[in-house]
């Protein structure tokens, strides 16, 4: 298996051919023998989510339809064979999963959907909006891992969002620089001592009310210097998103220096459901959001007045291996 590469080049991993599900199966697991699941995980590539999927509704002794993500414009020719298969799962990232919940809604087509299986990047407002509208009956179950690890933490339909719990017999160190994760083999995929995961990982509280919560910020390396001023990628998105008819945001980086998290300038693209005509005054609010909400914001500005540009964009910009979102894009 690989990495999905979102921040990098992909990392190659051997993992076992179970990859210990008969362990994790006892302690989460969504699927049986009565679900009918679409896989909307990228096949190929090595990467490691559509084949997890594929493997949990074998062990499950669920249906599976291996297909991929859809285009909007596919949708109408697959309908039938949606409903003669009676999918009522789906499993993906939750950009896709709210690519395909706009696209039924779009087409008229409303599957009985009631269980869903996301992983590998955290939920925005606008993407469990969409879910709500297209799949009310539904219930969101959660993976977090990695493909060295395999997965390590679990949510099920009581969690908050974006909220997980380690699994039995995972140990996680929470650092600046990387959190570690430790467990012993005991049936899961790896034994793992102290691996560096490369992402921001704290302790949190859910509303399920069980322990070992945690929620994960983002990769270590998603901060923006702009200008010598650090700011952190979630929460400069976070403000953006706060902002009333942003649906969701991204940040690009412009500008040659010697770091990939360094710029000289950098351009906050959002997208809306708004009209067109509107965008151009909601992109002024969310320059005035992010100068008012930051510090260091204003002096760079009154410094460099190109630091900062706000561009509504019909579509963010995506990884083709993995139809993941990311926070930061460098160019």
């Known amino acids: ?162 909220v997980l719990h380690l699994l039995p017999e995972h140990i996680v160190e929470c650092h600046d620089s990387g959190a570690l994760i430790s467990r012993k083999s005991n049936g899961w995929a790896i034994p793992l001592l102290r691996y560096n995961l490369g992402d921001r990982v704290v302790p949190s509280q859910c509303k399920c009310g069980r322990g070992r919560a945690i929620r994960v910020l983002g990769r270590i390396g998603d901060t923006v210097s702009l200008r010598s001023a650090i700011f952190r990628a979630e929460e400069i998105l976070e403000i953006v998103r706060s902002v009333s008819g942003v649906s969701d945001a991204q940040i690009v980086l412009s500008g040659k220096t010697e770091k990939n998290t360094s710029a000289s300038s950098i351009t906050i693209c959002f997208t809306t459901f708004y009209e067109s005509r509107h965008a151009q005054l909601l992109g002024e609010t969310v320059r005035r959001q992010l100068v008012t909400s930051f510090v260091h914001m204003a002096s760079i500005l009154t410094k460099y007045p190109d630091a900062l540009h706000v561009k509504c964009v019909d579509n963010l910009i995506r990884v083709d291996r993995t139809n993941k979102t990311p926070m930061i894009i460098h160019r």
Request: with cysteine.
């Open 1 to 162: 298996m690989s990495s999905g590469g979102t921040t990098g080049a992909p990392k190659l991993s051997w993992l076992p051919y179970d990859l210990g599900l008969e362990r994790q199966c006892q302690e989460w697991n969504p699927l049986d023998a009565s679900s009918v699941l679409l896989n909307l995980f990228n096949p190929g590539r090595l990467w490691g989510s559509h084949y997890y999927m594929q493997e949990l509704a074998r062990i499950s002794r669920s249906v599976v339809l291996p297909t991929g993500p859809f285009e909007q414009s596919e949708i109408p020719n697959w309908i039938e064979i949606f409903l003669r298969a009676g999918v009522n799962t789906l499993a993906g990232n939750p950009t896709t999963l709210a690519d395909f919940a706009e696209s039924c809604l779009v087409h008229k087509l409303n599957l009985p959907i009631t269980k869903i299986i996301w992983m590998a990047e955290p939920w925005t407002p606008q993407k469990l909006e969409s879910i709500a509208m297209a799949f009310p009956e539904t219930s969101l179950w959660g993976n977090y891992g990695a493909v060295e690890t395999w997965v390590m933490g679990t949510s099920t339909p009581k969690c908050t969002p974006n």
